[in-house]
């Protein structure tokens, strides 16, 4: 699959170098797609492949489980995303659309979790990288400082929000509808855009898988080891590039 085609299937606009994700807060209490266009993908969703080798995060994030948790993990979300959709009014719609129009109700559960599982795993492999990318000196460093009180602040409430969720989840930092910086964590495969779901909403600009599939073979039952490993494979690149996008 090509660059572009990547991107298609990954609901992002590529703009130049960076990949961009196509949403934008319009008030405090919505978060409007800007679905109006025909780059972002509709059903059948695909499954994208990984921009870098299953190896390329050694040590922190072992070969085996990048393996599983992209081709039979994501690739479980991808499928049953599609098979949910089939008989659905909300099958002509791009994956922003979807997260955003479904309901806590029974009847949308099976929709709810594999788009969120699609989306949320989609943005965990691109805000990674091997190695890291040093965090930009720009507005979003600037807004790390007066929203979150540092770098070394944001860490320290990032993995704490990471650690805290019970079981299955993720934690995220967001663009809130205040265009201010927030972390916030969502239980099982819910995310942030979720307006009918979540509590609080905001543009996901970071998320960390803390699901133990997403982890255990190298860490174990030690959660804390691999957020604290994580932050130093962060793409803050592309971490700048999508707050970019949803500070407009
Ligand atoms: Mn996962």
Request: glycine share 8%.
């Amino acid at each position: 699959m090509n660059r572009r085609n990547f991107a298609k299937s990954a609901g992002l606009m590529t703009i130049g170098a960076a990949t961009l994700p196509l949403i934008a807060c319009k008030d405090s209490k919505n978060f409007v797609a800007e679905s109006q266009t025909p780059m972002q993908p509709v059903f059948p969703f695909e499954l994208a492949p990984l921009a870098y080798a299953f190896n390329a995060l050694e040590p922190i994030i072992d070969e085996q489980t990048m393996t599983i948790h992209h081709d039979k993990h994501h690739t479980g979300y991808v499928t049953k995303l599609n098979a949910a959709l089939e008989n659905s009014e909300m099958k002509s719609l791009p994956l922003l659309d979807i997260l955003q129009k479904v309901s806590a109700s029974d009847a949308d559960l099976g929709i709810r979790n594999n788009a969120g599982g699609h989306f949320n795993h989609q943005l965990y492999w691109e805000v990674l990288t091997p190695g890291g990318k040093q965090m930009p000196a720009d507005k979003l460093a600037a807004a790390i400082d007066s929203d979150l009180g540092g770098m070394e602040a944001f860490k320290t409430s990032f993995a704490e929000a990471a650690t805290k969720v019970f079981g299955s989840g993720w934690a995220w930092l967001v663009v809130n509808g205040d265009k201010k910086l927030e972390i916030v964590a969502t239980p099982n495969q819910d995310n942030p855009l979720m307006s009918g779901v979540v509590e609080t909403t905001g543009v996901p600009v970071l998320g960390i898988d803390v699901w133990e599939h997403a982890y255990y073979l190298k860490h174990q039952n030690m959660r804390k080891n691999y957020i604290d490993s994580f932050m130093s494979i962060i793409n803050w690149d592309m971490v700048g590039a999508r707050f970019d996008s949803a500070m407009g």
